[in-house]
């Protein structure tokens, strides 16, 4: 069973920062990539952040320069560095993992979402 647990949400003032962490578990759980997304109400999701095991990186425009990903391979946790905070970074912050059971499907695993608010 794959668990994806995510923490460090809160609420800040503007140019502010916050640090997102988020773990994935589970037993011959190989992964390819984790990933941050957000969802604001009445918004589609996107993507955030971006990280491959071998630690190559993608970043939405609007948080260029502002956010970094990094990653900790032996304990299949990424974290989200977020400065430079804005009011429409408001969104839940979703933490993702890529990847497989042994040999199945590969597959996204999804954690429940912290919410982070930015007030102006």
């Known amino acids: 069973q794959v668990q994806v647990v995510e923490s460090g949400g809160g609420s800040v003032q503007a140019g502010g920062s916050l640090r997102l962490s988020c773990a994935a578990s589970?037993?011959?759980?190989?992964?390819?990539?984790m990933g941050w997304y957000r969802q604001a109400p009445g918004k589609q999701r996107d993507m955030v952040a971006q990280?491959?095991?071998?630690?190559?990186?993608n970043y939405g425009d609007s948080v260029k320069g502002r956010f970094s990903i990094s990653r900790d391979n032996a304990k299949n946790t990424v974290y989200l560095q977020m400065n430079s905070l804005e009011p429409e970074d408001t969104a839940v912050y979703y933490c993702?993992?890529?990847?497989?059971?042994?040999?199945?499907?590969?597959?996204?695993?999804w954690g429940q979402g912290t919410q982070v608010t930015v007030s102006s």
């Open positions: 589970g037993s011959a759980f190989s992964i390819n990539a």
């Open positions: 993702n993992a890529y990847g497989r059971i042994g040999y199945g499907p590969t597959w996204n695993y």
């Open positions: 990280i491959t095991s071998g630690g190559d990186t």
